[in-house]
Structure formats: C-alpha cells, structure tokens
C-alpha cells in the first residue's frame, strides 16, 4: 500500500504565502506523476497543478504566475509554492499520486487533504 502525507496550509493573510508539501511513501517501484487538486465549499474539486515523468509541469490558468509545483524526486514528495495567495484560494488542498507499484501495476492515490484559508 501506498500512503501520501500532507503538511503545510493554515491560516494566511491575503497577499501572503504558504509552501505545501506531500510525500508519498510504501510500496513504490516509481512516480509516475503527483499534483494537487483543491475543492472549496460549494465547488467541485478542481487541478491546481501537476508535475509528470519527463519534468513536465501544469499549472492552472487562476494560479499561474503565483503558484509553482516542483518535485524532490529522491523523497517522492511534491511541492506547492503559493505566492499572492487570493480569499479565493480558500479550499480543501488535496495531493494525488499516480504509482507504479513494486509489480509494475499504475495506482491513484489520494492524501487526506489540507485546509488553506486565505482572510482578505
């Protein structure tokens, strides 16, 4: 099994930043790709970002500019830089993982979430 475990997010004042972190650990043979989703109350869940085999980056088009994903491919952990955070940055941050594991099957996981609330 493969666990991801999130860290970062809080409370920040708008204009501020917050960096996320999520790193995968278990049964991995290797990363096929990680990125983060985020859902606010009300809205369905949307990507934020992705970072994929052969260095290849996704940002959305709302984050562009302020945020950036970048990857420590030795700890399989994935980061989320989040600059000139916005009130509507508020949301449930999730990280994903698509995983080779040891069998060389491809798995999706999901981490438990962290709460970013920006205050204007």
């Known amino acids: 099994q ?14 501020g930043s917050v960096r996320l972190s999520c790193a995968a650990s278990g049964n991995i043979f290797s990363v096929n790709a990680m990125g983060w989703y985020r859902q606010a ?3 369905q869940r ?3 970002a992705t970072f994929r085999s052969g260095n290849n980056t996704y940002l959305a088009d709302s984050v562009k500019g302020r945020f ?4 420590d491919n030795a700890k ?9 955070l916005k009130p509507e940055d508020t949301a449930v941050y999730y990280c994903n993982a698509e995983i080779f594991a040891r ?12 709460q ?5």
């Open 76 to 84: 399989n952990t994935v980061y989320l830089q989040m600059n000139s």
């Open 116 to 120: 970013v609330t920006v205050s204007s």
């Open 103 to 114: 069998t060389l099957r491809l798995f999706s996981y999901w981490g438990q979430g962290t």
């Open 41 to 43: 109350p009300g809205k």
């Open 68 to 71: 950036t994903i970048s990857r």
């Open 2 to 15: 493969v666990q991801l475990v999130e860290s970062g997010g809080g409370l920040v004042q708008a204009g």
């Open 46 to 48: 949307e990507l934020v």
